[in-house]
C-alpha cells in the first residue's frame, strides 16, 4: 500500500526497495478515477506518466543517481504550460490549444525528474475565489463537498487535499493559492514576486501574479521553490537574488518579531471564530517569547477596491491577445467583418466573470476616467508598499488571518459579486506589495471546515530557522 508523506520519505522509501515511483503513479491514477466527482482534474496524462514512472525506476535500479525531484507526481494549474499538451486558462477561448513550450517553472521541475499527471481545474484564466467560474464546471471540497475549494487555484488545492498528487502549482495574484489551501485545510505559498518566472504562465495582471506552491509539508514547498526559483531570461521580472537553500532545524529558542493588526482582526466582516482562534494563537506565541505588537493600519478598506482596479486594468489589456485570429476559439459565424469577428469570438469564448473584469479594466483605463481610477489606485499600492515596508524595519512577519470565513457553500456567493470580492480582504495586501506570503493550516471552526492563519514576509526575508516545524499526518490516514 503506497502512502505519502513527504517527498524526503518517499525518497528514503524507493532507496530502500520498499517503493517504485511506478507504484507511485498508479497509486494516484487510482485515486484519482475514484474521485472524479470532485472535477479537480481537467485532463490526466496517465499514459506519459506512466511511461515516465517506469523510465525513472530502472534509471535507478541501474545506479542512476536521483533528481531532487525523482518520482514526484505533480500537479500543474490549467494556466501554466507544458509543451506539447493543451492549456486552456480554463476558458473556451482556448479550448484545444496545445502549449509549444514549457513554463520555466516546469521545464525545471522536470529537469529533477517530478512527473506531471495532469492539470487542474481552476477558474477562468485565474479569475475568482470559488472555482466556479471555469467552463470546465466547478470544483467540489473533498471535506465536504457542498462547499467549494477556494479559488482561483481550487483544482490545485483539491488535487492535494484529497491525495491525488504529491505537490501542484498554482497561481496567485491576490489569494489564489492561500486562499483555496485555506478552504481545503492544506499548505500553500506565494513566493515574493519575481522569485519565479512567470514564463509560460498565462497573463492574469502582471504585475501580481505569481506561480505558488500547494502541499503537505513545508519543506517540500521549499524544496520546489529552490528548484524552481532563479533567473529566466525570459522574464526580465525575475529578480537575481540569491535563492537560499532552506535546511529546517527547528530552534525553539529564536525569538520572532510578529505584528498584527487591529483592524484586520476587529474586521466586522471577520468571522468572529477565526478572529478568536488567531488571537489565542497570538497569546500563544507571546508566552513562548515572541514579541507579538499589534500595529496601526488604516489602509485595510482601500486595498481590495485599489487591487480590483489595477488588476482588472491588466487584465483587459492581458486577454486583448484573445481574439479568434492568431489562436484559441473563432466564432462559426462566417461572412461578417473583422470587428464582427473579434466581438462574436469573445463574447462566446469568454465566460461572465472575465467579461466583468475586462470591461471593468477597460472603464478605468478609458481617457475620462484613467485618473480618477488608475492613477489613484497606483498610488495607493505606493502607499501601501511604504507602510508595509517600515513595518518590516521592526518586525520579522506580519500575522492575517487568509480568509474572513470557511469555505462557504457552492453557489452562495454567486450572485454577489461585492461579497465575493470582499473576501480577499486579507490575501490581496501581499499582492499589492511583492511580498511572499503562506498559509499555513492551524486550526478547525465549529462548521467542520479547516482554516488557517497567514504569514508574511518582506521581500526576500530570509530567517536563518524555522519556528515549531512538524510533519503533518500522512494523506492516506484521511
Ligand atoms: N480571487 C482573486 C481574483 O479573482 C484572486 C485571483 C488570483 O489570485 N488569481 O482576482
Not at 232 to 255: I, M, N
Not at 392 to 412: C, H, M, Q, R, W
Not at 433 to 438: I, L, S, T, Y
Request: proline share 4%; charged share 20%.
Amino acid at each position: 500500500m503506497f502512502a505519502f508523506t513527504s517527498i524526503e520519505q518517499f525518497h528514503a522509501q524507493l532507496q530502500e526497495g520498499k517503493n517504485t515511483c511506478l507504484q507511485a503513479v498508479e497509486h494516484y491514477l487510482h485515486r484519482i478515477d475514484n474521485s472524479r466527482h470532485l472535477n479537480a482534474f481537467i485532463e490526466v496524462f496517465a499514459e506519459e506518466a506512466l511511461a515516465k514512472a517506469k523510465q525513472l525506476d530502472a534509471a535507478r535500479s541501474s545506479g542512476k543517481k536521483m533528481g531532487r525531484l525523482h518520482g514526484v507526481v505533480i500537479g500543474l494549474k490549467d494556466v501554466i504550460c507544458y509543451k506539447d499538451h493543451r492549456v486552456s486558462g480554463a476558458s473556451g477561448i482556448l479550448e484545444n490549444f496545445i502549449s509549444l513550450y514549457s513554463a520555466t517553472a516546469v521545464e525545471r521541475l522536470l529537469a529533477e525528474e517530478g512527473i506531471i499527471i495532469g492539470r487542474l481545474n481552476c477558474d477562468e484564466f485565474a479569475m475568482g475565489s470559488s472555482n466556479e467560474h471555469s467552463a470546465y464546471g466547478k470544483v467540489l471540497n473533498a471535506i465536504d463537498t457542498s462547499r467549494v475549494p477556494g479559488g482561483s487555484s481550487g483544482g490545485s488545492a483539491v488535487a492535494v487535499q484529497a491525495g491525488l498528487c504529491m505537490v501542484s502549482l498554482g497561481s496567485d495574484t491576490g489569494g489564489s493559492v492561500r486562499q483555496p489551501v485555506d478552504f481545503c485545510g492544506i499548505i500553500g505559498l506565494k513566493p515574493v514576486y519575481g522569485r519565479i518566472s512567470r514564463h509560460g504562465l498565462i497573463a492574469y495582471a502582471s504585475s501580481f501574479d505569481q506561480i505558488g506552491i500547494l502541499g503537505n509539508t513545508i519543506p517540500d514547498i521549499a524544496l520546489l521553490l529552490e528548484i524552481m526559483a532563479g533567473p529566466d531570461e525570459y522574464d526580465s521580472t525575475v529578480s537575481r537574488e540569491k535563492v537560499p537553500v532552506c535546511h529546517f532545524v527547528p530552534d525553539p529558542g529564536k525569538k520572532i518579531r510578529f505584528a498584527w493588526f487591529k483592524e484586520a482582526l476587529e474586521h466586522p466582516g471577520l468571522d468572529p471564530e477565526i478572529a478568536l482562534a488567531i488571537k489565542n494563537k497570538i497569546r500563544h506565541l507571546q508566552e513562548e517569547g515572541h514579541e507579538v505588537a499589534t500595529v496601526e493600519f488604516n489602509l485595510l478598506d482601500y486595498i481590495v477596491p485599489a487591487y480590483y482596479v489595477l488588476t482588472t486594468a491588466e487584465a483587459s489589456s492581458n486577454l486583448s491577445r484573445y481574439d479568434g485570429i492568431k489562436y484559441g476559439y473563432r466564432t462559426p459565424k462566417y461572412g461578417i467583418g473583422l470587428t464582427e469577428l473579434y466581438e462574436y469570438t469573445r463574447s462566446e469564448g469568454f465566460g461572465k466573470e472575465v467579461k466583468r473584469r475586462i470591461m471593468l479594466g477597460t472603464f478605468v483605463l478609458s481617457a475620462g476616467y484613467y485618473d480618477a481610477y488608475f492613477t489613484r489606485a497606483q498610488k495607493v499600492r505606493q502607499l501601501l508598499l511604504e507602510r508595509t515596508l517600515a513595518i518590516f524595519k521592526n518586525y520579522d512577519f506580519i500575522i492575517l488571518p487568509v480568509s474572513p470565513v470557511t469555505a462557504f457553500k457552492t453557489g452562495e456567493k454567486m450572485t454577489d459579486t461585492i461579497a465575493m470580492y470582499l473576501a480577499e480582504i486579507y490575501t490581496v495586501m501581499a499582492n499589492l506589495v511583492g511580498c511572499p506570503a503562506v498559509s499555513i493550516p492551524l486550526f478547525r471552526h465549529s462548521d467542520g471546515m479547516p482554516y488557517g492563519l497567514q504569514i508574511i514576509a518582506n521581500r526576500f526575508y530570509v530567517i536563518s530557522c524555522v519556528y515549531g516545524y512538524k510533519r503533518r499526518r500522512p494523506q492516506n490516514s484521511r
